[in-house]
């Protein structure tokens, strides 16, 4: 197992590079000089100049770039034009709210989506199993932000049951007020993902159920309900684990849309805001380490399915 | 005469009754049907997917049609009308804050959306399938490399990519529309790759190979019919998002630009006004939802009618 984590890792390091560069690629060929930018219009050719030794931008591009992921490795991701805050600062400030709506929305989507999908399977064909699925359908094809937007209109504006945005009212902190705040956007957030679980839940758990040792265990009499949760369901979680994994990525994406329809204070709404106020130190930062995450979140999931199961382990080492 | 259910038909002439061949050939008749005949054969039984074939066709309908059908110009001003709820004379779907008429825009709208959603999965497509025709064909350093770069692309979240990308080329709908293309280029490269290199040890390649046919000629004759059955469903599938995506962008600001009528700008804009007058932002997202809903529907069954094994 240790020599797999390691291999793991290592291949990841790649990609990561691969990922700054294509960040910090992307970031050059944005339109505008990013002297002129802060120092404004009305600057002279001098001080424009004098400046753009100041930052680096006179060297040659490889070398901007070894300047810059270094001073990213030690925690520097440059200055925000528009917030004249470092960068790193505001998104610790947003880290936290994101984080917590997308791994609420994560459980969401994980525990209804693997309920959802053990029921249907274990009723195949019954009127449940097609009303699961054909709800599962919709939910994976609901457009998040417009989702979010019902929500907001049906449970929050006309039933008045939770809050419309923010992450908690004026004046007020806690983590109930926060919670309160959290139902509409994880939900609207989770709809997709628990879809995708469902459905490869089910699929899972109708291949394990028709397996030989389920039909031995039926044989010595063990009851259906704890051949479904005992037997069937743990092997057939093994390769939800993966669609888990991805479908973060499908969260981070919609979250990013969502944060704006409920102006939750995260990532997402710091980066459209940075994209608005061409403010790109704020963008590279903000997607790199976004992306970031979106990487390790992956890593961490191959490794759980190479705990979970051993056949992975043997075929690497 | 209809033929039985079975994986290939063709295995049914060495069965027929010599009595039967003196008549016709099955055989003959079997051979004139194609698997695109088939398919859509299959595809007429499933009652969802030709539903959701006639939503779709009835929206492209619509769209291409706007000029005629649409009671109002998309842009259309009436600042003493705004606001105005479902059902008012004149207006059947209400008007929006700027007095327009929301049904006219929403017909319009219908362009735009469609057209991104087809466009950048046309690009998409394209691009993605030279790129896994090649790597694939050629492995080596080539597949390499290409693989790295795939990879790397898909170490982004979806919209990742698409905002970055809109980050350098500056918001506006063609730019959304080529940075979607560009975020689903790997996913069509992937799966013709994984493809192409199966099917490059296989012997009808090999013989092409060997009898010296260009390289050219086997990846675009011999290869790339063989790849298309599953890249034709993935593209039904995409299109949807393809058309999500879009509006997601355009909500974000960074698509569509005002005065616009595209469907995800529309719900963004109509959002402030969602207390009093949700339907100026509910039902455009409810046309995005349909959409997609019909393509997902139709690509489903697209998938069963060209591999009916895997219906199980």
């Known amino acids: 197992m240790l020599r797999y984590a390691v291999k793991r890792v290592l ?108 029921i249907s399977a274990t009723k195949q064909y019954s009127l449940a199993d097609r009303i699961m699925m054909t709800l599962s359908l919709i939910g994976f094809c609901l457009p998040v932000f417009w989702f979010g ?83 069937a369901l743990r092997n057939a979680l093994i390769p939800v684990v993966t669609v888990v994994g991805s479908q973060f990525g499908y969260l981070l994406s919609g979250q990013i849309l969502l944060e704006v329809v409920f102006n939750w204070p995260g990532l997402g709404q710091l980066m459209v805001n940075g994209i608005l106020y061409r403010d790109f130190p704020l963008v590279q930062g903000t997607v790199l380490i976004v992306a970031a995450m979106y990487v390790v979140v992956n890593l961490i999931v191959d490794l759980l399915y190479g705990l979970l199961d051993p056949r992975i382990k043997y075929e690497d080492s | 005469m209809p033929l039985p259910e079975v994986d290939n038909p063709r295995h049914l002439a060495p069965i027929q009754s010599p009595d039967a061949v003196t008549y016709t050939d099955p055989a003959d008749e079997i051979e004139s049907r194609s698997l695109w005949q088939d398919a859509f054969k299959r595809l007429l039984r499933d009652k969802l997917a030709v539903i959701s074939a006639i939503i779709l066709i009835a929206v492209i309908g619509v769209a291409i049609l706007a000029p005629v059908i649409a009671p109002y110009a998309p842009n259309e001003m009436d600042l003493s009308n ?23 825009r929403l017909i319009w709208g219908g362009r735009i959306s469609v057209a991104i959603g087809v466009g950048a999965v046309a690009a998409a497509l394209v691009f993605g399938v030279l790129i896994g025709l090649f790597a694939g064909f050629y492995k080596g350093p080539i597949d390499t490399l290409t693989n790295f770069g795939l990879n790397i692309l898909m170490a982004f979240p979806y919209i990742l990519l698409a905002i970055s990308i809109i980050t350098a080329l500056g918001p506006g709908l063609t730019n959304a529309m080529i940075a979607i293309a560009i975020v689903g280029i790997p996913y069509y490269a992937r799966i013709v790759r994984g493809s192409v290199l199966s099917l490059r040890e296989q012997e009808f390649v090999q013989a092409e190979i060997a009898l010296g046919a260009s390289n050219a000629r086997i990846i675009f004759k011999h290869i790339l019919p063989n790849v298309l059955s599953p890249i034709i469903v993935a593209a039904t599938l995409d299109v949807g ?34 207390r009093n007058a949700p339907y100026v932002s509910l039902l455009p997202g409810l046309m995005i939802f349909i959409v997609v809903l019909a393509l997902n529907f139709l690509g489903d069954g697209l998938r069963d009618a060209l591999d009916p094994k895997l219906k199980q």
């Open chain 2, 241 to 274: 998002w393809m058309i999500v995506m879009a509006s997601g962008l355009s909500f974000l600001g960074l698509g569509a630009q005002p005065p616009t009528a595209e469907w995800g700008l529309m719900l963004s804009e109509g959002q402030k006004y969602i």
């Open chain 2, 82 to 104: 705004r606001l105005q709820p479902i059902g008012t004379p004149g207006h059947l779907l209400g008007t929006d804050q700027a007095g327009r008429d929301i049904l006219s």
């Open chain 1, 149 to 231: 937007l019902l929500l907001q209109f049906i449970f929050s504006i006309r039933l008045g049951w939770f809050p419309a945005s923010g992450i908690n009212a004026p004046g007020v902190s806690g983590w109930q007020d926060t919670a309160w705040h959290l139902v509409l956007p994880s939900i609207a957030l989770a709809v997709g993902a628990m879809a995708t679980i469902a459905r490869m839940t089910r699929s899972s758990m109708l291949e394990v159920i028709r397996q030989d040792y389920i039909r031995t265990a039926r044989a010595k009499g063990v009851s259906w309900r704890n051949i479904s949760y005992n037997h």
């Open chain 1, 11 to 118: 291949q990841l390091i790649p990609i990561l590079i691969g990922v700054s560069m294509l960040v910090f690629l992307i970031m050059q060929l944005t339109p505008g000089d990013p002297a002129k930018l802060i120092l404004g219009p009305r600057a002279s050719q001098a001080t424009l100049e004098a400046y753009r030794r100041e930052l680096g931008l006179h060297l040659p591009i490889w070398q901007q770039y070894l300047n810059w992921i270094g001073n990213v490795m030690r925690g520097d991701l440059g200055n925000s034009l528009h917030f004249k805050k470092p960068v790193t600062d505001l998104i610790m400030e947003r880290l936290a709210a994101t984080l917590i709506l997308s791994i609420a929305s994560m459980i969401l989507a994980t525990v209804f989506g693997v309920i959802t999908g053990v």
